[in-house]
């Protein structure tokens, strides 16, 4: 991915209010992109970003972060189109499940991803920072 499509992906990130103080998305983007088991995909339209979804896969998991969508192109079947384009990408790599962690205060991504199937698993996460860092 040019550079200048990873700035625009994490200005779309920090729009749909996915990025955090305490995490360095563009770190995040490109570990994605130099990991053999990740990436990111992304929709353009008219030459400009306007879609994304950080997919990846543990061996057995395959995961979904970063999934989003401009705010003036919500609601259009965007964010549906790049959670089948995850899928397709986790499938393709031969991993039977995919999973995806969404802020409780996030209502709107919960509904669009129970729309498309996806039910709340019976599951405590946990979590631990290694870089020192107080999130």
């Known amino acids: 991915m040019p550079e200048q499509r990873c700035a625009e992906a994490v200005a779309l990130w920090q729009a749909a209010g996915l990025t955090r103080p305490w995490n360095d998305p563009h770190a995040d983007l490109h570990r ?3 990991g053999c ?9 008219d030459d400009r970003l306007v879609a994304t979804g950080m997919v990846g896969h543990d061996g057995h998991r395959g995961w979904i972060y970063y999934l989003a969508v401009s705010p003036e192109r919500q609601r259009q079947g965007l964010g549906t189109a790049m959670v089948r384009a995850c899928e397709q990408w986790v499938a393709d790599q031969g991993i039977p499940k995919l999973q995806l962690m ?6 709107g991504a919960v509904a669009l991803y129970e729309r498309l199937g996806y039910e709340q698993q019976e599951i405590v996460l946990l979590g631990r920072r290694l870089d020192g860092a107080t999130r």
């Not at 088991?37 to 339209?45: D, E, G, I, N, Y």
């Not at 969404?102 to 209502?107: E, F, G, K, L, M």
């Open 32 to 34: 994605a992109l130099d």
């Open 102 to 107: 969404v802020r409780t205060s996030n209502d």
């Open 37 to 45: 088991s990740s990436t990111v995909l992304a929709a353009v339209v």
